[in-house]
Structures are given as structure tokens and as C-alpha cells.
């Protein structure tokens, strides 16, 4: 399995990003994709969930309201729309995968991870 994370950048404070990861070898549907992110300094966290199977979404606190999870099995892409940035979402987000339909919010429940994308967020 391999998972490719892109479209991180650079956006001003209000703006939006959508975070692609397009995930290979994914051989059923009994699994989670995550949305993690690293700030400088911090612990890797829990951003984002979503089941592929069903389509179940879960979110951390610090981004309900302003960031959609979603997929598109045929292109076996999860996405992450992010809007009205600030800069306490600037990080390294990563996305993983994890076999199992449970979203988990601990890192070390998921068993693959893509290489990561940058989002920087100026105030």
C-alpha cells in the first residue's frame, strides 16, 4: 500500500486548500484513511477520518466546521477541503491508512503513511 499526499502551499489567513492523497494497493473496503498534521515543535495529530466503507467522517475539535473529509473510491482519493485558515493550521499534514473500518485518532493505530504536505497559513 502507498499513500501520496499533495496540495499543501502556501495561503493567507481566511483562505482555502484542498489536500489530496491518492492511495494504491488498497485491496478492500474494511479500512480508514486519516488526516494527520505536525506543527513545528508538536506531536503529530488527528486531523480527519473517514471509513471506506460507508463513508463515516469524524473530525478533531480544532477543525469542525472548517475542514471536509471526503472520497471518491473509484479514484481512490480522500480529500481534505480546508477552509477560513489560520495559523494555528500550519503543519506538515500527512495522510494514512489503516486496516479496520474504525477511524482511530492515534497514530499508531494506522499502518501506512504518505510522505506529507506543507500547509503554511500567513497571518
Known amino acids: 500500500v502507498q499513500l501520496q499526499a499533495s496540495g499543501g502551499g502556501l495561503v493567507q489567513a481566511g483562505g482555502s486548500l484542498r489536500l489530496s492523497c491518492v492511495v494504491s494497493g488498497r485491496t478492500t473496503n474494511d479500512a480508514a484513511t486519516g488526516w494527520f498534521r505536525q506543527a513545528p515543535g508538536k506531536e503529530r495529530e488527528f486531523v480527519a477520518g473517514?471509513?471506506?466503507?460507508?463513508?463515516?467522517?469524524y473530525y478533531a475539535d480544532s477543525v469542525k466546521g472548517r475542514f471536509t473529509i471526503s472520497k471518491v473510491s473509484a479514484k481512490n482519493t480522500v480529500y481534505l477541503q480546508m477552509n477560513s485558515l489560520n495559523a494555528e493550521d500550519t503543519a506538515v499534514y500527512y495522510c494514512?491508512?489503516?486496516?479496520?473500518?474504525?477511524?482511530?485518532?492515534?497514530?499508531?493505530?494506522?499502518?501506512?503513511w504518505g510522505q506529507g504536505t506543507l500547509v503554511t497559513v500567513s497571518s
Open positions: 473517514i471509513r471506506w466503507s460507508g463513508g463515516n467522517t
Open positions: 494514512a491508512l489503516r486496516w479496520g473500518s474504525t477511524v482511530h485518532t492515534a497514530e499508531q493505530r494506522y499502518n501506512f
